[in-house]
């Protein structure tokens, strides 16, 4: 069974940055592709980013292009998600995936789900 355990998350003010991590409990880390989705009150999960197996190639949505990036430790079985330059707009529970197919934006690409961590930040 996967664990994915997402901390970090806090009140912060806009422009403000927070590091999210998300520790998953496997001991075939190296086997999974990982993303971060967020979801903010009355609107659907949405794709924050994604990273490769081997943490060598990134994808971020457009919305958090150049102010956040995603990354990986395979020795540290840790996710990443470094928050910089925060929007009101980037509230949300955010949450970390693994998934055993390709890096994928889909929510349905990811078959393991932690249980989000609360970002909020006053304007």
């Known amino acids: 069974q996967v664990q994915l355990v997402e901390s970090g998350g806090r009140a912060v003010q806009a422009g403000g940055s927070l590091r999210l991590s998300c520790v998953v409990s496997?001991?075939?880390?190296?086997?999974?592709?990982l993303a971060w989705f967020r979801q903010a009150p009355g609107k659907e999960r949405e794709f924050v980013a994604a990273v490769t197996r081997s943490g060598g190639d990134t994808d971020h949505a457009d919305s958090v292009k150049g102010r956040f990036a995603i990354s990986r430790n395979n020795a540290e079985n840790t996710l990443y998600l470094q928050m910089n330059s925060l929007k009101f707009e980037d509230s949300a529970v955010y949450y970390c995936a693994a998934g055993t197919g390709v890096p994928s934006a889909e929510r349905n690409g990811y078959e393991y789900w932690g249980q989000g961590t609360q970002v909020t930040v006053s304007p």
């Open positions: 496997t001991r075939t880390f190296g086997d999974y592709v």
